[in-house]
Structure formats: C-alpha cells, structure tokens
C-alpha cells in the first residue's frame, strides 16, 4: 500500500473517531414544544405554591396552570407527557458537594459501614482493600473509601500495620468517611516522606504512637499532600468516575451538582467535560481559596473567564475546621466522650484566626463571595468575627455568605448570622448518618439535640439551604429532606424534635434557596414562566408522605427541557 493510501486511510480513521466523538458528546436538544399535565406540580413559588401542569417550549418553562389551560396550548408538535397523578417540582440543587466524588466508587475500594455500606470491622476493611490491590499494577496506589472508625467493632482507625497486612510493596490508603483523615501503610509513609522526625503541619496533626512513630493516621492538613496524590486520578479514569457521578446524580433528581474545594484542575477538566456534554448537570463552583490567594489578594481572579451557561463559579471556599465525627470540629466545649482520655479536648481549627480574618478580608476588598466550612461553633465563631471584620471595612448589601455545615451553631450564632446577612448550609442528614453517635459520643444529649438548626434559622428569618456533601454521604436529596422532617437517626430515635421543619421548607432548601444562595434565583429553583426546564418527577407527593418522603421514587430528571432520566 502506497504511502498516500495510508494517509487516506489514516484519515478516515481518525475522521471517523471524531465524528463518533462528536456524536457521543453533542448535547441533545429539547423538544420544541412539551407538557406536563394531570398531576401535583409544587413549583417553589411562594405566590402560587401549587398546580397541576407546566407548559415548557425549549429549555424554559412558558406556563404554569391547570390541565385545562395547558392543554389550550397543545398542538399537533407538542409531546405531552401524563403525570398520571405524580409530583413535579424543580430539579433538585446541591448546595454544597465534591462532585464528581460519588463517582469515585467504581474505581476504588468502598469501605463503608453501615447505614451505608456493610464493613462491620477491621477484617473486612483489610479484606476489601486486598480485593482491590490485585486489580492494580506494581507500585500503583490502593485506594479504599469511606471507612468509619467509630462505626467498626474495634471503635479506632486502621493504622500502617493494618495496612501493611494487604500490601508492603504497593502504597495504601483508607480514607474516611469525613475526607478529613487518611490512614495509610508504610510504603505510603516512605513516598510522602513523612517519618519520626516529620513536623506537624499547621491546622494538621501526624499521629503518632508512643514511641513517637508514626501510626499511619494523617489528620485535616496532614493528608493535603496525600491527597493530591492518590487523586490525581488519569485522563480516562477521571472520565470513568465523572460518568458514573453523572449518572448517580440524574438518578436521584440533581439538576445542579456543586464542586466544594475545587482545584484549578479539577475545574478544567470538570469544565471541558461540561462544554462536550459529558456533564449534563449544571455546576456551580467553589474554588479553593489557598490555591487563588494570591490572585485573590491582588484581585485578578476572573470568574469571567471559567463562567459558561452550565458552569458557574460562586465564591471561594476555605475550610476553616474540621469534622466532628472525626474529633477535629473546633467546638467551645469539649467533646462529650473525651478524645484519647483528654477531657479538655476541643478540637481545632484547621486556620488560624488570624490568618482567616485576613483571607475574608481580600475576598470582601476585592467584591468576591465565599463559603466557609465550619463544623463547631467555636470554627462558627471565627467565622462571624472575620466576616463582621470585613463587613465594617468593606460593606456589602446582600452579599450571602456562606457557612458550610454550620452543624453545630448556637442560637446566639443564628441570631448573628441574621444581622451579617449570612447563610448557613446545614448537614442536617448527619441526624440520620451519625446522630446517634454524635448523641452517645462527640456532643451529648444537650447539643446534638440542635444540630443543624433549621427552626432557629426560621425563627430569625435566615434563609438557609441544606446539603449532601457526597461523596461523605450518598446523594440522596430525598434522605436529606427526610432529616429536615423528621430528625430521625439510623436506628429510628428523634433526634432534636424542636427542630424539624415541614416539608415544602425541606423542599426549598434543596431547590429555590439554595439556587437563592449562589445567586441563581433568577432563572433556576422553581417552576415559574421564564426560568430554566430543570425539573424532576415523583413517584408520591412529598406533602402526603413526610414520615416515608426518603422512600419516594425519582421517575424523571429533565434538564434544560432534556429527559436525561427515567426510570
């Protein structure tokens, strides 16, 4: 074959392959012209909360009404779509996540205890871990996710011997549930460099045994390094995982999937899997303030140039705790079962005050937003001083910031948040995952009886969104709204009666408010003429089934008018 035959076939080779490409990746169009009728339409707005059927042409909602009404717009090109007697309502909106996290399952050991998954003890963590090691190369990382110290029969953390039973030549890592630690083996420890000698990073601690020896455990900004290593993960592989997060998510209702704690290069690669149609949920963004500080400070960061009509940056993150089921929530108080014997153990924080009151302040000086992640109310203190700091020398009318988990937040705290104009994002599923333990061992009767408390917030007129943070819990928006109702834990006790709400403001906090909260209000967040075709339909009707609404089936996600889901 002559050498211009092999062009021409080389050509069409890769001709093809592009047009296969394009196929796969073109986002589809909607209909011209689609409507939904005969069923229960809870549109999120507060004028008319309630109808029967929605009229959408492209990807934007054109009319709210009866059966009767739309049907008057039906022609012979329209699809109409019978509800059958079924709910619609927005799409459901991550107020705050780690998307493509979920996804990060069908590429690594799932450690999991129950309610999620089943690892009861040390045994089967191990077991995993060597189940996943033989799929990996020599000296690739075995990874495994989501293990839960106090949810395991042993009631402690895996340490490097642990993790040298499943391989002394590859490097392993556990991480757990909170993403705030990581145990990892000792082949591990010699990659990082981290030894006897390694000091404590700031906001970090390496755990240490009593001959001062490293265990394994790595501690909030210990594991900064660890982390970017083990998820560095590879062009196909970050493919493979956001696909299965894209799916994970359309299957429960997410129309907008939030990315806390961006790198530069996960927004890159989120962002051109976004432009391909990779992606067809909408992102809002939250870029790591310690990786754009310098930007920040000198005001150059131009949200501008990452903005497209599906990718949103809206306020930078910092992370100014750490979790409290992992003990590193920085409380006023100490934790209820004392930490390793300590009864004066409060935690800490992962930024010094110093230090986030002058992060706060470049964000303010230079008009940007941010969200602030703070666990314990002494991390929510912080927060407040540094936000009302800022407030005085760089004042600002509505300007919505954020503070992420705000889990265990005071009713003093709440009153504050009402005067800065600031708005929590409550973990309030952490009821349902961990409540009875943060009852039994991290807080107390008393003070797990008000975590994450929404009716405080009601009563002081802050608006408030509640959230997943998935991948330390699974997206299930619905479970999410179920905790907001009904404050039960995993084994069925009411945890904090005083502050449930009713459904449709769990419904809100999960679809116009938390749209509210990142500035999105305008065009995403209820079914209203003019606003984006993001929708989703029920199986039941949430406010006919509040103690089971976490049971409810999604039977269709729509985006843009698009149905990327059915069930």
Avoid at 25 to 52: K, S, W, Y
Avoid at 272 to 279: K, L
């Amino acid at each position: 074959m002559s050498k211009s035959t092999w062009a021409l076939v080389a050509l069409a080779f890769f001709g093809g392959l592009y047009v296969l490409f394009q196929m796969a990746t073109r986002t589809p169009e909607p209909p011209a012209h689609q409507v939904f009728i005969d069923g229960t339409v809870l549109t999120m707005n507060a004028e008319a909360p309630i109808a029967q059927a929605i009229s959408v042409r492209g990807d934007r909602i054109e009319a709210v009404g009866t059966t009767e009404d739309i049907m008057a717009l039906v022609t012979d090109e329209t699809e109409v779509h019978d509800l059958l007697g079924r709910t619609l309502l927005p799409g459901f909106i991550d107020a705050h996540g780690h998307f493509p996290g979920s996804g990060m399952y069908s590429l690594v050991a799932n450690l999991s205890s129950p309610p999620v998954g089943d690892v009861i003890d040390m045994a089967m963590l191990i077991e995993r871990l060597r189940a996943q090691a033989q799929s990996k190369a020599p000296g690739e990382w075995v990874i495994g996710l989501s293990y839960d110290d106090t949810a395991i029969a042993e009631q402690r953390h895996p340490t490097r011997l642990d993790l040298d039973k499943v391989s002394t030549e590859q490097p392993v890592v556990a991480l757990h549930s909170s993403l705030h630690f990581a145990t990892v083996n000792t082949k591990a420890l010699e990659l990082l460099g981290i030894d006897s000698t390694t000091p404590d990073p700031e906001g970090g601690v390496i755990v240490r045994d009593e001959q001062g020896r490293a265990t394994g455990v790595l501690e909030e900004n210990a594991m900064m390094s660890l982390m970017q290593e083990v998820l560095g993960f590879g062009a196909f592989e970050g493919f493979l995982m956001t696909k299965a997060a894209v799916k994970d998510y359309a299957q429960h209702g997410v129309t907008t999937a939030n990315m806390g704690a961006a790198s530069q290069e996960q927004m890159k690669g989120m962002r051109m899997m976004s432009n391909w149609g990779v992606i067809p949920q909408r992102l809002t963004v939250m870029p790591l303030q310690t990786e754009n500080d310098e930007a920040i400070t000198q005001g150059t960061f131009d949200e501008r140039e990452w903005d497209t009509d599906r990718f949103d940056v809206v306020g930078f993150k910092i992370v100014a705790d750490g979790s409290i089921q992992g003990y590193t929530g920085y409380l006023s108080h100490p934790y209820h079962v004392p930490y390793k014997g300590d009864a004066d153990y409060r935690g800490y924080a992962r930024v010094s005050r110093e230090e986030l009151f002058r992060q706060v302040r470049e964000i303010f000086k230079h008009g940007y937003k941010v969200a602030i992640h703070t666990n314990g109310d002494a991390s929510i203190n912080d927060a407040l001083d540094a936000i009302e700091a800022a407030l005085r020398e760089f004042p600002a009318n509505d300007h919505r910031t954020i503070l992420i988990h705000s889990q265990m937040s005071r009713l003093d705290q709440v009153e504050r948040m009402a005067r800065l104009g600031v708005t929590p994002s409550f973990f309030t599923a952490h009821v349902y995952f961990w409540g009875d333990r943060h009852r039994d061992i991290f807080m107390g009767p008393e003070r797990a009886e008000n975590i994450s408390p929404s009716q405080w917030a009601i009563q002081n007129g802050v608006r408030f969104t509640t959230h997943l943070d998935t991948p330390v819990v699974p997206m299930r928006p619905l479970r999410a709204v179920s905790a907001m109702v009904n404050r039960l834990t995993s084994s069925g006790a009411v945890l904090g009666a005083d502050q449930r709400t009713d459904v449709m403001t769990a419904l809100r906090a999960t679809t116009i408010d938390a749209a509210w909260q990142v500035g999105q209000e305008d065009r995403l967040g209820s079914i209203e003429p003019g606003k984006l075709a993001d929708l989703v339909v029920l199986s039941g009707n949430p406010l006919e089934n509040t103690d089971r609404v976490h049971e409810l089936k999604v039977e269709r996600t729509v985006i843009g008018g698009v149905t990327i889901y059915r069930r």
